[in-house]
């Protein structure tokens, strides 16, 4: 269900040609290296002295540990963007920066912006480096973009990636706890078995309701079976239709079954749709149904003597 | 080939079906279970099929008939021990056997018979 963003080996040749990040670029950047080793500290201290200014990174970057884990990180990717080895495992660690991002809920807004930090930063140094050689310095500096262009996809492709899996993973526990919590089977009495339906009835639920039905009929050998319908807001054919089959199943296996609560607009809307409930037994409310289904079983209740 | 055994309880004839029916077999079963009700005069039958947990469009159709012919001849006949996947599909083929009565066990479907074992 939940499928992790991945970059095969085909994509990462065609994203790198589609950006046109070839053996050139490659060694640009790797020129770039020693002005990299040189800066290093202080763009950071730059880089991380802007991001203190908003209360929503001090939030993230919470303590100097983590500022300091964040630095080395931060770092080391660099380094290996500017080595020139784009491979698997850079894709994979770009996927991984993303995914963390979404572990730690920093935004995308910030990491692109953060990005810019970058370019502003190295694009002013890369020119003083290359100062008497400008085309050499626009080469890095396009090298420079494209790279990071690069980057910045794969960690908001992979965050994005990353919610959707979460969202989904949500989803689907909730739609499993919903349909369980919406069929349950209760034994009121000995041999009488309560199915309250309620909400709305759609198909997957029609099968769950008819399948635990069936198989708490079996497993108490109840002989009467009560359907509230009291909390069903809507009822049309398909409905109705499936509400024949489960009682017809349910007395195939030799129960009865009992219809309770239809209101008046649920009653209504039958007739005019025509649907004919056939000889199934119907009570007004479930404390009807109740006595008639006490009564088939030769139980009365009686108020205790004295 | 097997064949399933009809038993006999006072008036009324038992049968069980603990197998997987091959199309044969119910055709068999049928003759078996109507010359049975012939020679005896048994006024109920009571088919179990607790043990069938796969039921087609024949075998389905099978059962229903035979119900009806047996009371053609005067039988009362009781289903007992439905699966709720085999209740499901009978529903779903729209074989409702509307002239048969069900009982969850074989119990409850001797005391429909209550009158035929006295």
């Keep these: ?306 | 080939m097997a064949r399933i055994p009809v038993l006999r309880l006072k008036n009324v004839l038992v049968v069980s079906l603990q197998v997987e029916m091959e199309d044969r077999v119910a055709i068999d079963l049928q003759e078996d279970i109507l010359s049975t009700l012939a020679r005896t005069g048994a006024g109920g039958l009571i088919v179990d099929v607790s043990g069938v947990e796969v039921v087609d469009s024949f075998l389905g159709r099978i059962i229903g008939d035979t119900a009806r012919m047996a009371s053609m001849m005067g039988a009362n006949t009781v289903l007992v021990g439905i699966q709720p996947a085999v209740a499901i599909t009978l529903t779903e083929l729209g074989l409702v056997f509307s002239n048969v009565r069900t009982a969850l066990n074989l119990e409850k479907g001797l005391a429909l018979l209550k009158a035929d074992l006295e």
């Design chain 1, 1 to 306: 269900m939940s499928s992790n963003f991945n970059v095969d080996e085909k994509e990462m040749v065609e994203r790198l040609e589609f950006l046109r990040l070839g053996d050139e670029q490659r060694a640009d950047l790797r020129e770039l290296r020693p002005l990299f080793m040189e800066k290093r500290e202080e763009f950071l201290d730059a880089f991380y002295g802007h991001l203190l200014k908003f209360d929503k990174l001090c939030a993230v970057l919470k303590d100097e540990s983590t500022i300091r884990r964040a630095r080395q990180g931060q770092a080391e990717y660099f380094e290996r963007m500017l080595d020139g080895n784009w491979d698997e495992a850079f894709f994979e660690l770009s996927i991984q920066v993303g995914k963390k991002h979404q572990e730690i809920g920093l935004e995308p807004k910030w990491v692109v912006a953060s990005w810019n930090l970058y370019l502003d930063y190295w694009t002013r140094e890369i020119g003083a480096y290359f100062k008497d050689t400008p085309e050499k310095a626009l080469r890095c500096i396009d090298s420079l973009h494209k790279l990071t262009l690069l980057a910045t996809s794969l960690s908001v492709e992979s965050y994005y990636s990353k919610t959707m899996n979460r969202m989904q993973e949500v989803v689907a526990s909730q739609r499993l706890a919903i349909l369980e919590l919406s069929t349950p089977v209760i034994q009121i009495w000995g041999g009488i078995l309560v199915l309250p339906l309620i909400g709305t009835i759609d198909s997957v639920r029609t099968r769950q309701i008819m399948e635990s039905l069936l198989e708490r009929v079996v497993e108490t050998q109840a002989e009467v079976v009560i359907l509230d319908l009291t909390g069903v807001s809507v009822v049309d054919t398909a409905v109705a239709n499936h509400l024949m089959k489960t009682v017809e199943a349910a007395e195939l296996l030799g129960t009865h079954c009992i219809l309770t609560g239809i209101s008046p607009a649920i009653a209504q809307t039958l007739v005019h749709l025509g649907v004919d409930l056939g000889h199934i037994s119907r009570c007004s409310s479930l404390k009807t149904g109740l006595k008639k289904a006490l009564k088939r079983l030769g139980l009365a209740v009686r108020k205790a003597k004295g």
